[in-house]
């Protein structure tokens, strides 16, 4: 239902709140909830009347942001966010816990914990590890700090 938000003005009430209580129920933990099932059902009839066909989650979010919806349709907005911080896979945690073991295995006997947990950040994060510009000033001073404390 949240890939669709324009389509819900087409399917039955009844049917969209069904699917906003299994939503509700999936994001309950003991007595907490993230959401209201009757509400989120309500803010997203609402709010689908101002996005256009085709929009994706994500830009119903941004259309959200950009026009201060937030607080509007506070049920909507957490549903959308969790939604879209979710993992459509499991590959890409499952390369990095092949990567780590890789890791550890090959430089277990010689390496502290903290260096361990900084390489596999570094290997799972490797998109944004490759637009780290190593010119910076900042990285620099760092590196001339280190060196200055290096034993001879």
């Known amino acids: 239902m949240l890939y669709d938000i324009p389509k819900l003005l087409t399917i039955p009430e009844e049917d969209l709140h069904q699917q906003c209580r299994a939503l509700e129920t999936v994001l309950t933990h003991d007595d907490m909830r993230d959401i209201d099932a009757s509400d989120l059902g309500d803010e997203l009839k609402s709010l689908s009347r101002h996005i256009s066909a085709g929009s994706t989650p994500n830009a119903v979010l941004e259309y959200m942001c950009r026009n201060k919806m937030t607080t509007l349709f506070p049920n909507a907005f957490v549903a959308l966010r969790i939604l879209l911080t979710l993992p459509v896979t499991v590959a890409s945690e499952e390369r990095s816990f092949s990567t780590l073991k890789l890791i550890k295995t090959h430089l277990r006997s010689t390496m502290?914990?903290?260096?361990?947990?900084?390489?596999?950040?570094i290997s799972t994060e490797h998109e944004l590890a490759q637009t780290v510009d190593l010119q910076q000033e900042a990285v620099q001073i760092f590196a001339t700090k280190k060196a200055q404390k290096a034993p001879l």
């Open 112 to 121: 502290t914990q903290e260096r361990l947990v900084g390489l596999a950040t």
